[in-house]
């Protein structure tokens, strides 16, 4: 036996007794009498999430410029879905634990807690002002790169721009294509479903070159140290102390505690519900969009003591580091649908899909170095985060571009940015 498969480790255990485990579950799964609810889930997308993380983590190519594990564990996990290598009794319990039972909820609320609160609170400030403009460059560029493309191809510039690159950065599909649907068929006196039924394809192939392209970012960031910040977006110049980081607070921060990780558990769950409550007395905005505004402003008043900071942001890197590719698998089961991906491969289609993730890329990348981003993680951010599938594609995204801190600009960009597309999309069908 080899070195390196005696030091193979599979969720932070040797193979050997990871295997055994596996097994269990694995035979559980087949023979149908997997546990309902998350006790059945969770160890069901712990052992397969791990050993397509293993996978695409070590297999050529994929690792370098596709991300690795994150998109082997999603797309790989949507093939076994696709081909029913999967018991529908098993794809129906992850489904609902992640949509019913609000996995993704659970696991997004805990990166938006700790990552916001676990910031330097001048480099929040500074890098939220000049968000939007990032996000409408990578909008600006997207729409025009497709109405051009689509025009010079034939497909023509208006059905390009309406039907592929705006429900590509609509915010996904709940926040996106559908409420787009509704805007369309009233404004154009067709069936909402009809319409729906043009944008999904979209919507798939867009989040999955958007992950795709994620991981070829974080690849050309190591090939170019000088466009990336390695998961800072904003670009600090000097040693201004406004903007260094806390020493002691970093200290305190990183000295992991379990009953600190306790009581972040509680503080995210509880803003996440906070979340909620506004968006009952002002549905337009979505839970997600007052979750972030609500906690940064926490975060950049002062107004939670440090100790709670710590506590959140510990609770974070827990989840972050043991969940990951966990969340990652119920993607793959709940949010992927490989069929629809499949069905709308054709050569003009994927172009126009492919020149709106770029022109996303690129408009939201030189606008964020203009106003003092590093490029990779604007790009990846105000871009991607707005080509992709809403709070599922954030994760993936940023899964594949090793970039996990930044999901609060990612969520910004998937919640306000998708508003901000839906109101887009009123004007254009007016003025197109």
């Known amino acids: 036996m080899s070195e390196e498969s005696k030091s193979l480790r599979l969720f932070n255990m040797p193979w050997q ?55 082997v564990i999603i797309f790989g996990m949507a093939a076994l879905c696709y081909y029913h290598l999967i ?20 696991y997004i609320a805990a990166l938006i807690c700790g990552s916001i609160l676990g910031m330097n609170r001048d480099l929040l400030i500074r890098a939220a002002i000049r968000y939007l403009p990032a996000i409408v460059g990578g909008v600006a560029v997207a729409i025009g790169l497709a109405g051009l493309v689509g025009e010079l191809t034939g497909y023509g510039a208006k059905q390009a721009i309406l039907y592929i690159a705006v429900p590509i ?90 009953t600190v990780m306790g009581v972040g558990l509680l503080l995210a769950t509880a803003f996440f519900a906070w979340g909620r409550i506004v968006a009952f007395f002002i549905p337009k905005i979505h839970s997600y969009a007052w979750m972030i505004i609500s906690v940064a402003i926490v975060k950049a008043l002062g107004i939670l003591p440090q100790y709670y900071e710590i506590c959140c942001y510990q609770w974070f890197q827990f989840v972050m580091k043991n969940l990951t590719a966990v969340l990652l698998a119920g993607i793959g ?77 990612a969520q910004i960009s998937s919640r306000i940015g998708g508003a901000f597309m839906l109101i887009l999309a009123s004007v254009l069908l007016q003025i197109i």
């Open 333 to 409: 089961v709940a949010y992927t649908d490989l069929g629809q991906i499949i069905s709308a491969f054709s050569g003009q289609y994927l172009l126009l899909v492919g020149v709106t993730v770029f022109g996303a890329i690129i408009g939201s990348g030189l606008v964020g170095r203009l106003v003092g981003f590093y490029p990779v993680e604007s790009a990846i951010t105000a871009g991607l985060c707005m080509a992709n599938m809403g709070g599922t594609g954030d994760v993936a995204v940023l899964s594949a571009a090793h970039r996990m801190e930044l999901m609060p600009f």
């Open 87 to 106: 018991p529908d009794a098993t794809v129906k319990i992850v489904t609902n634990f992640m949509k019913g039972e609000g996995f993704l909820d659970f």
């Open 169 to 258: 950065m609509g915010g996904g599909m709940g926040a996106g294509a559908v409420p787009l649907s509704k805007i369309f068929g009233e404004t154009l006196a067709q069936k909402p479903e009809d319409i729906i039924n043009i944008m999904i394809p979209a919507v798939a192939l867009g989040n999955a070159m958007a992950i795709v392209a994620g991981g070829l970012l974080s690849k050309l960031g190591k090939s170019f140290p000088c466009l990336t910040g390695n998961g800072d977006l904003l670009i600090t110049k000097g040693a201004d102390d406004a903007i260094q980081a806390d020493e002691e607070f970093l200290k305190k921060r990183d000295a992991i505690s379990l």
């Open 17 to 71: 007794i990871f295997a055994v485990f596996a097994a269990i579950v694995l035979v559980a799964t087949y023979m149908g009498v997997l546990p309902k609810g998350m006790i059945g889930a969770f160890p069901f997308m712990i052992v397969v999430g791990a050993v397509l993380n293993e996978i695409g983590n070590r297999c050529p190519i994929v690792n370098t410029y596709l991300g690795g594990g994150a998109i």
